[in-house]
């Protein structure tokens, strides 16, 4: 039941869920104020479910040009993520479908079932230049929904079929499901996979990520990838001051361990509805450092809660960013991770035929 004046829900009704609270999104003309008028029992709350609403985009692939991004193009299966992280730099985009970052981003998410339809079309198009297309950048494609929706397992059969490259970053286990197609695109070049590890600790890791897969389980996603011949890395990411970041050296030792070729880190993003949906998380889970956790993020961004300059706003600045890269990077060489650049091979594309055309003569 809400609180007194807040839009926050008590810990009954979202258990389960990373944010607190669900505020309005930015772009609605009018909030949503929860009051406790004493007509509702505890007793009678419901706890809150998942919710999938079905869309049909015109394009799949998404175009960016940013300049500290290694990747121009990009697919999303989903909107919105059930992993329920709090600090997730994508929750503001629900903004866009007048729902809020908060307790909606997690519980009512968007489902795309004719995305693979969509990227044949797209890759047969006249003209189309293959690069390599990220997935897990946004949302996860291996959250929960996929056992059900299997949405990025025909994008992936789409990408083998057409010899197209890939890179997938997941937090999810699931990704073991396709080995059967990513094994034999390794073969070929075509991907590379990211697990992103934000803590060995189960309990931490619960409250950071509550419905992804556990750190055991992604180790042993990145060793069952590993062993079927395919480049895996272990994602860092993101680094929070005074939470997870005494864990750095540890986390880069478990995935070279497990069979990690290569490693990277994201410091800590708070752009737009982020930075209140991760202060409520902070204060509800470390209200004993929770001031301290953003006095050093702040220390970091020029004393904002974020800063969205390129390049820096990855990495941070400032003496703590310095000594995390140093950390990183001194483990990293330690550990031989990222000693070999997989650089996805582009030559073996061979377009979609679409529906109803001919084959190529030649």
Known sequence: MPEQGTNSLRPAARRGRGAVSNETGRYEKQTRQFVEDGWDSLDELPRLRTEVTIERPRKIITRNASPDISFDRSINPYRGCEHGCAYCFARPTHAYMGLSPGLDF????????????????????????????????????????ERQYRIMRDVLEVLAAANHPVGIVTKSALVLRDLDILAPMAEKGLVKVGLSVTSLDHKLSRMMEPRASTPAKRLEAISGLSEAGIPVSIMTAPIVPAINDNEIERLLEAGAAAGATSAGYVLLRLPLEVAPIFKEWLKENFPDRAEHVLSLMRSMRGGKDYDSAWHERQRGRGPYAWQIG?????????LRLNERRYDMRTDLFSPPVPVGGQLALL
């Open 326 to 334: 140093r950390r990183f990077e001194l483990a990293a060489k330690r």
């Open 106 to 145: 997690e519980t009512r998410l968007f489902a795309k079932p004719d995305a693979a339809k969509l990227l044949e079309k797209e890759l047969a198009a006249p003209g189309y230049e293959v690069r390599p297309i990220a997935i897990g950048t946004n949302t996860d494609p291996y959250q929960p929904v």
